[in-house]
């Protein structure tokens, strides 16, 4: 991984007080400027007792090589057979634009089914969880991120605060033009059949930064676990590099 700068303190503030990360729709222009700061999103210090919902129901096991027939929504159906955590982007690796910030899709990790806001079947994978993390998450600044959150989010605790926290701001526009986005690379910290962490690297204004996304196996697809603190992200750090990342299209 890339060496963590801790100089001004900036990335290791909740995401929704940093001053350079506006998710998706106002990534661009916040960070390039360096100018905007949110207000902070936290309705106070987060209960150190709350967790995710104990009743969540575990989803089913997937077979060695496939998912079983009955794992998955209608009409979704992957190849899982590659268990690996990823080295190299997908050859099938494409930009695809929702708002201001266009995300990875693939045809063979997913997303393969696009539902207005909602974008799912990502394929049962080390690479297709990393594909979820970048398209789930960059659907919370626009208008129509409560289905988002409601279908692609863990339930329990966590995701009630921050569907709370998004509630207060305003959605930002979808006016994105740009072909490529400033995501940059990625890398699969962890992986097993039920939980992946996958961390994500950014390109801003020439600087680097990243941050981690813990992913679940839920329901037969990857959903986005929520932090304690009611955030998607585990936090924000500078980096010196992409070394140790995997650079998407690359």
């Known amino acids: 991984m890339g060496k963590r700068s801790d100089s001004s303190g900036e990335w290791e503030k909740p995401f929704w007080q940093q001053r350079g990360w506006i998710i ?4 661009l222009a916040a960070v390039v400027v360096l100018a905007v700061v949110a207000f902070a999103m936290r309705g106070g210090e987060s209960d150190p007792s709350a967790q995710n ?3 969540s129901r575990p989803s089913p096991s997937a077979t060695e090589g496939g998912s079983q027939a009955d794992d998955r929504p209608a009409g979704c159906k992957t ?4 268990q690996e955590k990823p080295t190299k982007s997908p050859a099938d690796m494409r930009w695809k634009s929702y708002g201001t ?6 045809a063979t990790y997913g ?3 696009f539902d207005g806001n909602v974008w799912s079947c990502y394929s049962h ?4 969880a990393a594909m979820a993390a970048h ?3 960059d659907k919370l600044s626009y208008a129509g991120w409560r289905d988002v959150v409601e279908k692609q989010f863990v339930p329990g605790t966590t995701r009630d605060k921050l569907e709370a926290d998004r509630a207060k701001r305003k959605d930002h526009p979808r006016n994105g033009t740009a072909e490529s986005g400033d995501f940059y690379g990625f890398t699969v910290m962890t992986y097993s059949k039920q939980q992946a962490t996958v961390q994500m690297l950014m390109k801003i204004d020439g600087q680097y930064a990243s941050t981690s996304v813990s992913m679940k196996w839920l329901d037969g697809d990857w959903k986005v676990e929520v932090q304690p603190d009611g955030s998607p992200y585990s936090g924000f750090a500078q980096t010196s590099g992409p070394e140790g990342f995997v650079v998407w299209g690359k």
């Open 24 to 27: 998706s729709a106002g990534f």
């Open 53 to 55: 919902n104990p009743t």
């Open 79 to 82: 190849d899982d057979s590659d």
């Open 101 to 106: 910030l266009p995300v990875p899709v693939s």
């Open 111 to 113: 997303p393969t089914k």
């Open 125 to 128: 994978t080390p690479t297709g």
């Open 135 to 137: 398209a789930i998450t």
